[in-house]
Structure formats: C-alpha cells, structure tokens
C-alpha cells in the first residue's frame, strides 16, 4: 500500500514540477515575444517615417538629390539620435582614410595644422622629423595656404585640412606655403613613410623635466620613460607632463604609459551597461619617485584624463590648468558595414581604480591656470620658456622639489607656499578668465 501510495506522490509531483516549469517557460517566451514585437513595430515605424519621407521629398523637391550623400546624412542622424555624445559615424571614405593610415597605405607630408583663426589658412603647428615636410623646409609657424588646386581657407575645419594633406605613398602635391616670416613660395612634396614621435621633452629652469604627450600611441610608454630617465639623468628633479589638447584616443596605450609612472596598483576599470566591472590593468611596481605635475586642460581627454588622473590618485601628482573633458568612455572598435561604412559607440564607462568616474565632470585641477584672451590668441606663438601655463606648472613642480621657484610675469615674489590645501591661490588667476587654448582642434597630418 505505501509502496503505491509513493508513486502516486511521485507521479503527482513530477506533474506539478513540470506544470511550473511550463509556466516558466511560457511567462519568459511570451515576454521575449512581446519585446520582439514591440521592437519590430517601434523599427517598422521608423522605416515608415523615413519611407513617407523619402517619397514626399523626392516627389516635390526642386534640388537634386545625391543618395550616397543622403544615406551618409541618415547614417550621421542615427549616431546623433542614440544619447551618445562620443558616438560617431564614418562614411565608406573616410573609413577608407583610416583603414588606409593604419595600414601605412595612406599618409601625410609630415606636419600637424591646425586651422588659423584670424587667417583660415592651415597653420604648421609641427614639422616631424625626417618627413617630407622636413626635408623641403616647411616650419611650425608657416602657413599652408593652398594643397593643389584647394585654397586652405575653403576647408571647413582642421580635420578637412588634415585630410586633404593625406594621400597614397609616393605621390605628390604642390603647396601654397607661406614661412613664419610671411615670404610667399610654392613648394612640392612627395607623401613618404616617416616616424611620428608622441613625446617632445626639455629641460626647464635648469632642474625640471618638461614632457609634451602630443597623443598616446603603441610606442608612448616607452618614448614618455625614455625621456624622464633622460631627463632625470640630466639633473631634472621634478617633471612636467603636459596633456593639454591630447584627446586621448589610444586608450591601453595610455594605460601602458601610466604604468611606466606610477607604483603597483589598479590603474583603471571598464563598468558594463549592467554594473558589472572588469579590471583593465594593474601596474608593477616600476615607477617615477620625483614630484610629478600634469598639465591640463579642456581637450585632455580620454585616455590622457585617465593617465592624469592615475598619476595624481597613485603617484601624488598635481594636475595644473583648466577642468578636463569629461570623457570617460570605453569605445568600441569599429563596426564595418556593407557599403563600406563604419560606426563606433561607446560600450562601458571608464572609472579608476577606486571605482570613481570622471565621464561628464572631468577632472579638476588642484592650482586652476587658465589663458587670458591675449595669451589665447598668441597660443601658438608660446614656447615652452614662454608659455604662462607651463610656466606655472614648472613653477609648482619646482616647489613640490623643494628648489627655488622664479617669479612669474606680474609677480613681485615667487609663488611659494601656493599649494592645495594652504589656502592661498595663484596669484593672477581670479582675472585669467575662463578661456582655454584653441588646440583642441589640432590633428597630426599623418
């Protein structure tokens, strides 16, 4: 009797286990079938917009329409219509541009430009050394003011004239140049491979170590420690990194150069759209022991906001200039499509690695050193003698050393003492304004 009366329990069981497991199953298929539908019909109404679009205007519109102009515009649209400031479409030419540079197919003439405000012409911000530029003469501090046919001042912004510089190897172009010395010439220049350097450095006031991060690159953590062990060689008892415009892109070849500086430790973190993080890398115990200052403004973004902030968080440095971007992102690698087009989104959030994020915020410099509207018109014309930002960022370097800080232009006495937490400020920068230098435009010619 209780031999039966088991297996009817155990039948009656059996049934409830697989009613409950049907249920489930039915409650999570038809949430998944209520979501496809409702995805389909919210996509169905998108291409019904378009569709009544496209065909009122193509029945009714006077100007011509050019569809692979059309279905860049859209594609564009869909990038800017997502609540993604960082996310960014190319059209199948200018993938082609980037695939082509990456590759080595495609390169420059050797110089970096940006577009002049009071000119609009492409002005030479740099001449890379053993490039085409180089070999024929062109300065930093020159203008180019035609590539071919083009007159620069045509060209909307500094990427077009970045572009238009660019080309397959071994051909040629014939610039409109114009030397710092305003004499007129016409010049040609073969595109040809050549070394793009990341880091420029310099020995300022005699005992502080000034290094440029122009952006970061697969060989700019060897190139940034190669120069502070210079540096350091040569007597520099502190050091200058200046990041400002380095927007970043690179970002583990940020993550390597941070390594190179700082003690053992986790540089940063990605968080996915669900909380989850995942530990990008963490630093040996290699690192730089003298007093270290970034300098930074509002286009040090990216990875160049996460070397700053690493080295203020876990070497001690003091970041020096204007609040940063705010970008904080992990971006995903291209996405190629069809017709030749690429799109790139953001995937996660970058944080640090105390779990902090600076994605909309920036980071906040501890002594604030912003460009009066003189000294930002003249920003080009600065060296690194006669730079206000970088002479401030020296000065604090030079104090966190310990050794004799210099007057700065306007100062009756050295700006000693003026550290976070003193409670005093750098003299002259209530009336600095809020200006930061126009360099964020600027773009390597590659």
Avoid: H
């Avoid at 169905?44 to 006077?62: G, H, Q």
């Avoid at 204007?322 to 790139?344: C, H, M, R, W």
């Amino acid at each position: 009797m209780s031999k039966k009366i088991s297996l009817s329990v155990a039948a009656t069981a059996t049934l409830i286990a697989m009613a409950v497991t049907f249920s489930v199953t039915m409650a999570f298929a038809m949430n998944r079938f209520n979501g496809t539908v409702t995805s389909v019909k919210d996509k169905e109404r998108m291409y019904n917009k378009l569709a009544e679009i496209d065909r009122y205007v193509r029945a009714n519109a006077y100007f011509p329409i050019n569809d692979d102009t059309l279905n860049d515009t859209i594609g564009s649209g869909y990038m800017l219509g997502i609540a993604d400031p960082y996310a960014r479409y190319y059209s199948p030419r200018a993938y082609a541009e980037r695939q082509g540079l990456a590759t080595g197919r495609l390169m420059g003439i050797g110089v970096a430009v940006v577009r002049d405000a009071s000119s609009g012409y492409a002005r030479i911000i740099r001449v890379y050394e053993n490039s085409p530029a180089a070999e024929i003469g062109l300065q930093a501090g020159g203008f180019i003011t035609a590539i071919g046919e083009v007159n620069t001042r045509s060209l909307a912004d500094t990427a077009a004239m970045t572009s238009a510089l660019i080309g397959e190897e071994g051909t040629s172009t014939v610039l409109g140049y114009l030397t710092p010395d305003r004499q007129e010439a016409t010049v040609e220049v073969r595109r040809a491979n050549y070394t793009v350097t990341t880091v420029t450095s310099a020995l300022l006031e005699g005992s502080c170590g000034y290094l440029r991060v122009d952006a970061f690159g697969d060989a700019t953590g060897t190139e940034l420690r190669t120069a502070a062990d210079s540096l350091l060689q040569r007597g520099a008892t502190s050091l200058v990194f200046d990041l400002r415009d380095n927007s970043g892109e690179a970002l583990n070849a940020a993550l390597v150069a941070a390594d190179r500086c700082v003690p053992n430790g986790l540089l940063a973190q990605s968080q996915a759209s669900d909380g989850t993080t995942t530990d990008l890398r963490v630093s040996d115990e290699q690192a730089i022991t003298v007093p270290m200052v970034c300098l930074v403004n509002g286009g040090t973004a990216g990875g160049a906001e996460l070397f700053a902030n690493a080295l203020r968080k876990m070497g001690g440095a003091l970041l020096v200039g204007t609040n940063t971007a705010g970008k904080g992102v992990i971006l995903s690698e291209p996405q190629s499509f069809s017709d030749g087009s690429a799109v790139i989104i953001t995937t996660g959030i970058l944080l640090d690695g105390d779990g902090e994020s600076w994605n909309g915020t920036g980071l906040a410099p501890d002594i604030e050193s912003a460009l009066t509207a003189d000294e930002q018109a003249a920003y080009y014309d600065f060296t690194p003698e006669t730079d206000p930002q970088i002479q401030r960022a020296v000065n604090t370097a030079l104090g966190l050393a310990g050794e004799t800080v210099p007057a700065l232009p306007g100062e009756d006495v050295p700006p000693e003492g003026n550290m976070p937490g003193d409670g005093t400020s750098p003299e002259g920068d209530a009336d600095a304004g809020d200006a930061d230098a126009p360099a964020a435009d600027a773009v390597p010619a590659e």
